[in-house]
């Protein structure tokens, strides 16, 4: 029997994805969980062989629960499938990765498969990370940077909050539009909030 917590804080993805589960034989959902919080109890009381994780959740992100070390399986189930969700699950160490949109049974065979001690990609994910080439995490100071841009902080004001000099700011914005297309501050701001950004680790 493989025993499967499922860690997402819609309800309806939730609760749908457990009513498929439960229909097959040899799995058995024995955990919900809406927040990290509620994961890592969850992880403790019931050590399931596979985690099916949500990257946003309410109380921070869910690649946090991702531990290679673990005996605990970790698939990243996610609304998102952009090269940088896919690249920083991986750089965390999860057997797979599927979009909320897969299909049910995709997912399904996926956690056998990775209780089985395998992995499970949604290749239309990996395609398109291949096709847009494999993303390069923002460092740090970067993802500070791209906060700051977010608020509509100046180059003045986010060199004042960092300690560093308005050239410096100038800098990495340079190496940022030229590394990912953007033309402009309003560019990145957009993309940042679109593709999420933010929520990922930096490298």
């Not at 049974?105 to 499970?120: E, F, H």
């Not at 957009?190 to 593709?195: I, M, P």
């Amino acid at each position: 029997m493989i025993d499967v917590l499922l860690v997402d804080d819609h309800p309806l993805v939730a609760d749908g994805l457990a009513s498929a589960l439960g229909a097959e034989p040899d799995i058995r959902v024995v955990a919900v969980a809406a927040t990290l919080a509620a994961a890592r109890a969850a992880l403790a009381a019931q050590a399931p062989r596979v985690a099916v994780v949500d990257i946003r959740l309410p109380d921070g992100s869910g690649l946090d629960l991702l531990d290679p070390a673990s005996a605990t399986a970790c698939i990243v189930l996610s609304s998102f499938g952009a090269p940088q969700y896919l690249e920083a699950a991986r750089r965390r160490g999860a057997a797979g990765f599927f979009l909320k949109s897969s299909p049910t049974r995709d997912i399904v065979d996926g956690i056998k498969r990775v209780a089985a001690g395998g992995t499970a990609f949604d290749p239309a994910v990996v395609e398109r990370e291949t096709a847009a080439g494999r993303w390069r995490p923002l460092s740090e100071r970067e993802r500070e940077v791209v906060r700051l841009v977010v608020e509509g902080r100046s180059n003045d004001e986010i060199g004042r909050e960092l300690g560093i000099a308005r050239k410096t700011v100038e800098t990495h914005l340079a190496h940022l539009y030229e590394r990912y297309g953007c033309r402009s501050r309003a560019e990145l701001a957009v993309r940042a909030e679109r593709e999420g950004w933010l929520d990922l680790p930096p490298g």
